[in-house]
C-alpha cells in the first residue's frame, strides 16, 4: 500500500511527520511518501521520510493571508508551485494510492481532487475559536452560530465524502461537535503532545524563592528576533521586580534561526555571559550558553526544546505550536502581542479564545510581573490552568494511535478494511 502525506505549514510538517513514522513502524510494507506544499519539508527529511514532487520555500513562509504576503508568494512562484504539486496529487490518486491531508482546507480538498481514499487530520481548527464546553464566546458572531461549527459546510461535505475514510480533529470538542454530520470522526488526541511527556508536576505555589520561566520567541526569522527583544523587555521588568527571587530563564531558540542575533541583544540588556558549568540542568545539548544579571540566570539553547517545556514554571511566549504544547502540558502561558507576520496583536487573541484560561495575554511587558504574582498567589487558578492545558491538548501518543487507525481501515498492506463504525481501537 502507498500513502501518500500532505501537509501545508511547518507545525503541520511535524505532526504529519510523526505520523509518518509511526505508520512505517506499524505497515512495514506500505511506502510513506510526503508532499509538503508549503516549506521544504526539513520535518520529513529529518525522519528519512521521502519526498515527491516540487517544494519550495515561500517569502511568506505560510503566512500568506493578507494580500501583501499573498502577492509576494505569488511573485516567488506560488502559482506555478501550486500547478505543480496538484498535477502530483491526481497522477498519485490514478496509480491507487492513498493519501492522508494534515492541516486545513487547502490539503484536504487536493486529497478530495484526487480521486482516491483519504484521511484528515485538521490542525488547524478547533471549536474552541467558538465556544467553550457549556456556551458560544461572548465574541462568536451570530455569522459563526449560523453556521453551527468552525469547519464550514463545505469542509464538512469534504469530510463526509464516502471516499473520506477518517477524519482526526485537534481536541474532543471539535470531535463532538463535527459527530452532528455523517463524518467518520476519531477523537484520538493531539499528535503535538508526544514526546512532551511531563515527569513531574509543577508547583509555583511553593516556589517563592526560585522561578524558572520559559521564554519562546517563535521559529520564523525575523520575527523572532524582535519577539525576543520584546520579551528581553518583560524579563527586566521581572528582574527589578522580583529582586527576592533567583529566577532562571530558559530560551528555547529554535535550531533553524541564527543565535548570534539573540546574544548580541541579551548582552545589550545587560547580560553577561556564565561558565555553563556553574548551571546543573538536565538539558539535553551540550551546546548551550549561560548569561547571568543580578540574581537570575539566562540559559540559550537551541537543542534542549522538550526540557525546556518540562523543566519551566510558567513562561512567556510569542510563538504558535511552542505556547499550544507548553500550555498542554499544564503550565500557564503569559502572552505579548508583536509586529508579525505570525504573531499579531489578532493572532495573540484568538490564541487565548484556544487556549483558554492557561494563556494570559498582556499589552505590555510591564504587566507581567503583576500577572506572575497573581498566579503565584491563586493556587485554585493554578489547577485550573493544569486541567484546562490538558483538556484542551490531549495526552501524548496520538500519532501512534492515529497510525493504528488509519491501518486498521484500510491504509496499511494486507490489511481488510472495518467499518469505520465497528473499529476499536
Known amino acids: 500500500m502507498a500513502i501518500l502525506i500532505l501537509s501545508n505549514g511547518h507545525g503541520e510538517d511535524v505532526i504529519a511527520a510523526r505520523i509518518a513514522q509511526q505508520l512505517q513502524n506499524l505497515a512495514h510494507a506500505s511506502k510513506i511518501t510526503a508532499l509538503p506544499l508549503v516549506g521544504e519539508g526539513y520535518a520529513y527529511k529529518n525522519l528519512n521520510i521521502p519526498l515527491i514532487g516540487s517544494v519550495k520555500k515561500m517569502p511568506s513562509g505560510g503566512f500568506n493571508q493578507n494580500p501583501q504576503q499573498l502577492l509576494r508568494d505569488v511573485w516567488g512562484g506560488l502559482i506555478g508551485l501550486s500547478y505543480e504539486q496538484y498535477k502530483t496529487v491526481i497522477q498519485w490518486g490514478k496509480n491507487g494510492g492513498k493519501i492522508l491531508?494534515?492541516?486545513?482546507?487547502?490539503?484536504?480538498?487536493?486529497?478530495?481532487?484526487?480521486?482516491?481514499?483519504?484521511?484528515?487530520?485538521?490542525?488547524?481548527?478547533?471549536?474552541?475559536?467558538?465556544?467553550?464546553?457549556?456556551?458560544?464566546?461572548?465574541?462568536?458572531?451570530?455569522?459563526?452560530?449560523?453556521?453551527?461549527?468552525?469547519?464550514?459546510?463545505?469542509?464538512?461535505?469534504?469530510?463526509?465524502?464516502?471516499?473520506?475514510?477518517?477524519?482526526?480533529?485537534?481536541?474532543?470538542?471539535?470531535?463532538?461537535?463535527?459527530?452532528?454530520?455523517?463524518?467518520?470522526?476519531?477523537?484520538?488526541?493531539?499528535?503535538?503532545?508526544?514526546?512532551?511527556?511531563?515527569?513531574?508536576?509543577?508547583?509555583?505555589?511553593?516556589?517563592?524563592?526560585?522561578?524558572?520561566?520559559?521564554?519562546?520567541?517563535?521559529?520564523?526569522?525575523?520575527?523572532?528576533?524582535?519577539?525576543?527583544?520584546?520579551?528581553?523587555?518583560?524579563?527586566?521588568?521581572?528582574?527589578?521586580?522580583?529582586?527576592?527571587?533567583?529566577?532562571?530563564?530558559?530560551?528555547?531558540?529554535?535550531?533553524?534561526?541564527?543565535?548570534?542575533?539573540?546574544?548580541?541583544?541579551?548582552?545589550?540588556?545587560?547580560?553577561?555571559?556564565?561558565?555553563?558549568?556553574?548551571?546543573?540542568?538536565?538539558?539535553?545539548?551540550?551546546?548551550?550558553?549561560?548569561?547571568?544579571?543580578?540574581?537570575?540566570?539566562?540559559?540559550?539553547?537551541?537543542?534542549?526544546?522538550?526540557?525546556?517545556?518540562?523543566?519551566?514554571?510558567?513562561?512567556?511566549?510569542?510563538?504558535?505550536?511552542?505556547?499550544?504544547?507548553?500550555?498542554?502540558?499544564?503550565?500557564?502561558?503569559?502572552?505579548?502581542?508583536?509586529?508579525?507576520?505570525?504573531?499579531?496583536?489578532?493572532f495573540a487573541q484568538k490564541q487565548t479564545y484556544l487556549l483558554g484560561e492557561s494563556v494570559i495575554l498582556v499589552n505590555h511587558p510591564q504587566q507581567v510581573p503583576i500577572v506572575i504574582n497573581s498566579l503565584l498567589k491563586d493556587p485554585q487558578r493554578l489547577q485550573n490552568i493544569a486541567i484546562n492545558g490538558q483538556r484542551r491538548l490531549g495526552n501524548p501518543g496520538a500519532a501512534k494511535r492515529i497510525a493504528q487507525c488509519l491501518i486498521k481501515n484500510g491504509f496499511g498492506e494486507n490489511v481488510p478494511s472495518k467499518s469505520l463504525k465497528n473499529a476499536i481501537f
Not at 467553550?132 to 464550514?152: A, V
Not at 540559559?299 to 505550536?321: F, K, R
Not at 503569559?334 to 508579525?340: E, F, V, W
Request: charged share 20%.
Open 101 to 346: 491531508a494534515v492541516g486545513d482546507l487547502v490539503p484536504l480538498f487536493l486529497a478530495w481532487l484526487s480521486g482516491t481514499d483519504y484521511g484528515f487530520v485538521g490542525t488547524a481548527k478547533s471549536e474552541y475559536y467558538l465556544r467553550n464546553e457549556t456556551d458560544w464566546l461572548p465574541q462568536t458572531s451570530s455569522l459563526e452560530r449560523w453556521f453551527c461549527s468552525m469547519y464550514f459546510p463545505w469542509e464538512r461535505w469534504l469530510m463526509s465524502h464516502s471516499r473520506c475514510r477518517a477524519v482526526f480533529p485537534r481536541d474532543t470538542l471539535t470531535a463532538k461537535i463535527l459527530q452532528q454530520w455523517p463524518i467518520p470522526v476519531f477523537d484520538l488526541g493531539n499528535p503535538m503532545m508526544d514526546g512532551l511527556e511531563l515527569s513531574q508536576k509543577t508547583d509555583l505555589i511553593n516556589k517563592r524563592n526560585r522561578l524558572t520561566i520559559v521564554l519562546l520567541p517563535g521559529s520564523r526569522s525575523p520575527e523572532a528576533q524582535n519577539n525576543w527583544r520584546l520579551i528581553l523587555e518583560a524579563v527586566n521588568y521581572l528582574i527589578a521586580d522580583f529582586s527576592d527571587k533567583s529566577i532562571l530563564f530558559l530560551a528555547a531558540i529554535a535550531p533553524s534561526l541564527s543565535l548570534e542575533a539573540f546574544v548580541q541583544d541579551s548582552l545589550s540588556q545587560g547580560w553577561n555571559y556564565q561558565k555553563i558549568e556553574a548551571q546543573k540542568l538536565e538539558l539535553n545539548n551540550t551546546d548551550k550558553l549561560a548569561f547571568i544579571n543580578k540574581n537570575s540566570t539566562l540559559i540559550m539553547t537551541q537543542q534542549s526544546y522538550g526540557n525546556c517545556l518540562q523543566i519551566a514554571d510558567l513562561g512567556i511566549a510569542m510563538a504558535g505550536t511552542a505556547t499550544e504544547q507548553f500550555v498542554g502540558l499544564g503550565k500557564p502561558a503569559i502572552t505579548l502581542p508583536g509586529k508579525g507576520p505570525q504573531f499579531t496583536l489578532s
